[in-house]
């Protein structure tokens, strides 16, 4: 199950365990700068509350798997909440039915995570002051991560116990290798020219003024600590530069390229030594008068490499037996061994292809390794200075000058942004997500943000702009064109279930389609797998239902520039399985069943969050909104 979650992160819990781990724990450990004890809690789950501070952690930590996907703030809040609830019932159920994840396991699991390790080993100081920056101890960290693995542990109980037979395998396949036929109109917007009064224009204003709303701005002030920046002041010297490139060699070391072939002679029950070293000999005296290739293809034994004249490709170190290494590594190009005994019998060996290593002089990377060699020294004061970002601008909430003075940083500021969209430092979608979280608009400094590997910020707020509407009269051109969008709209639709209403009755399609002076189109052997048409549309086509014996079945399907289209399915041809599907058996078995388990894990969380005892405190649900 360590495995599972370290890999893959598969699981919900996992996902959501590993998500919330970054360098600096951004998500973890960090106390609300508020009293607890003066706080409502926002929901419970039996004897668990929940307060706001849970709640803006959990969607902060949420949100970052919708960036930019243009999900509203709100609703991603109402889905955290109902995540942190049903985690929680799932998390007492399982402590309930016993389940448990070892000391020891977990930490062995703790020492994979990237996040403690220093070049590619587990780091036992890091992982301290890792968990110091953000007040957690061992303890509760190691808790933390057993409440994922015991989760993880019921989800995969389900999943990997159920299955799928053959039966099922086919009739998915029967549905995913459907063909469809159908013909279809399309009415098209109507275009209109009469100009919307001015009351309607108001009243339109009135009704809808979050869609002329200026949106609402912030700017930040910022301070930022760079890797690059700290290393380009590193000193250098040349003996130190020397020191290192010598340490560093094999990055600047171009391998020698060795290809060989062979010609093999085994030995084994119905052949012994002497027969094979015989065989060798001979066929090293006819390479006097033939090609290695040629006398490879006639006399090789190992047939598989004889077809292409023994060749077997780059030489690898390592890859053979030491007796045939040596061989192929004191040959020249072209030159051929003298019989070389392994395991397998006797080889010929010749090399067809060598190109020398090398070596990059010093002067001529000089450049490269005082890049490599700065950079090298700068991560440990990169990582001793991101503790006392972390530390000092939790400190001091109030104020970046006590953490820029301490780190000799600048103090930063950005221009005004949106939460959609900023420049220059703004630009980052993890800055304006965390410029607009909860603690930075109650005035407070942000948990750093790391930006890719090497580069940490802290922000706070500068400017805050609500959201306002936009005068009326600098909104009438939009207002007019919506109107008259909106009425071209039901226009078209009006006129397009006027037309599926006769379909349906019986009139014939061309006598419709000739009155309204639309052109028919149709679409033969429609598939999932191949779509001739927009997915949109494919998709309503194979929702629609199948024909009723002679009677075609019609649908609209509404297209997102307005237009709608009346489709008339005609035929229905159930799928069969191809060969290729019949040779994807197993693999479709393994999909449909992981389906299947994946469902009934949600059914069982369904279940117990029906069973939990949890309440979500209207007054506080009712703050959250206004959030």
């Known amino acids: 199950m360590l495995t599972k979650i370290r890999d893959k992160a598969h699981g919900i819990f996992a996902q959501v365990l590993l998500l919330g781990m970054c360098v600096l724990f951004g998500l973890w450990g960090i106390e609300s700068y508020t009293d607890s004890s003066k706080e409502t809690a926002v929901a419970s789950v039996g ?49 309930k039915q016993g389940l448990v994840a070892t000391d020891e396991g977990t930490r062995d699991f703790i020492k994979t995570l990237p996040y403690f390790q220093v070049n590619g080993q587990f780091s036992e100081a890091q992982y301290k002051a890792l968990l110091n920056s953000q007040r957690m101890t061992s303890a509760e960290f190691v808790n933390r991560i057993k409440n994922a693995i015991i989760m993880e542990q019921l989800q995969g109980s389900i999943i990997n116990s159920s299955f799928a037979t053959d039966y099922d395998v086919e009739s998915f396949f029967k549905i995913q290798n459907q063909q469809r ?13 009469e100009q919307p009064s001015a009351a309607d224009i108001s009243s339109y204003y009135q009704q809808h003024q979050e869609k002329f709303q200026i949106p609402e701005q912030l700017s930040v002030e910022y301070v930022e600590l760079s890797l690059p920046e700290l290393a380009s002041k590193v000193a250098v010297s040349d003996d ?42 001979k066929a090293q005296q006819e390479l006097a008068a033939k090609d ?52 397998f019998g006797y080889h010929l060996i010749k090399v067809t292809e060598l190109s020398a290593g090398d070596i990059k002089p010093f002067d001529s990377v000089k450049d490269e390794v005082t890049k490599g060699y700065q950079k090298a020294q700068a991560e440990t004061s990169f990582y001793e200075a991101g503790e006392t970002l ?31 969209k900023g420049d220059g430092i703004a630009a980052e979608d993890k800055i304006r997500g965390s410029a607009f979280a909860e603690e930075v608009l109650q005035g407070n400094n942000s948990t750093p943000i790391e930006l890719g590997s090497d580069r940490l910020v802290v922000l706070r707020q500068l400017e805050h702009k609500e959201a306002a509407a936009r005068e009326l009269k600098d909104v009438k051109a939009e207002i007019a064109a919506a109107l008259q969008a909106d009425k071209a709209k039901v226009l078209a639709i009006s006129k397009a279930k006027d037309i599926a ?76 399985m191809s060969d290729d599907d019949k040779k994807k058996m197993a693999l479709a078995k393994k999909n449909i069943a992981h ?15 029906s069973s939990a005892d949890i309440k979500i405190t209207p007054k506080a649900t009712a703050e959250q909104a206004a959030q």
């Open 390 to 420: 972390t530390s000092m601008s939790f400190e001091h909430p109030d104020s970046l000058q006590a953490v820029a003075d301490t780190l000799g940083l600048t103090i930063k500021k950005s221009n005004l942004f949106t939460k959609d």
């Open 501 to 576: 209403a006769r379909l349906q009755a019986g009139e014939a399609m061309q006598a419709v389609a000739t009155e309204q002076k639309l052109s028919i189109k149709k679409v033969a052997g429609l598939s999932r797998n191949k779509p001739q048409l927009p997915e949109q549309f494919a998709d309503a086509i194979f929702k629609a239902a199948k024909p009723a014996g002679d009677k075609p079945s019609v649908v609209i399907v509404p297209m997102p520039t307005g237009e709608q289209v009346i489709v008339r399915i005609n035929k229905v041809t159930a799928g069969v």
């Open 292 to 343: 290695f290739a040629t006398v490879a293809k006639e006399m090789s034994e190992d047939k598989l490499t004889a077809k292409t004249g023994g060749d077997l490709g780059l030489f690898n170190v390592g890859a053979m037996e030491k007796p045939l290494e040596d061989a192929a590594t004191a040959l020249k190009l072209n030159e051929v061994s003298k019989p070389v005994k392994s395991k």
């Open 181 to 193: 036929d159908a013909d279809y109109l399309t009415v098209a917007l109507p275009v209109l020219t």
């Open 47 to 95: 004897d668990k509350d929940f307060y706001q501070r849970d709640v803006n952690k959990a969607y902060e930590q949420y949100s970052q798997q919708f960036q930019g996907m243009g999900i509203d703030e709100q609703s991603l809040k109402n889905q955290a909440l109902e995540k942190l609830i049903s985690d929680e019932v799932l998390l007492q159920y399982v402590r």
């Open 595 to 609: 389906a299947f388990g994946q469902s009934e894990f949600n059914a069982v969380v369904n279940s117990l969050q």
């Open 240 to 281: 130190k530069l020397k020191a290192f490139y010598d340490e560093q060699k094999d990055t600047y070391t171009t391998p020698e390229r060795r290809k060989i072939s062979h010609i093999l002679f085994m030995v084994n029950d119905k052949i012994d030594d002497k027969t094979a070293l015989e065989k060798a000999v």
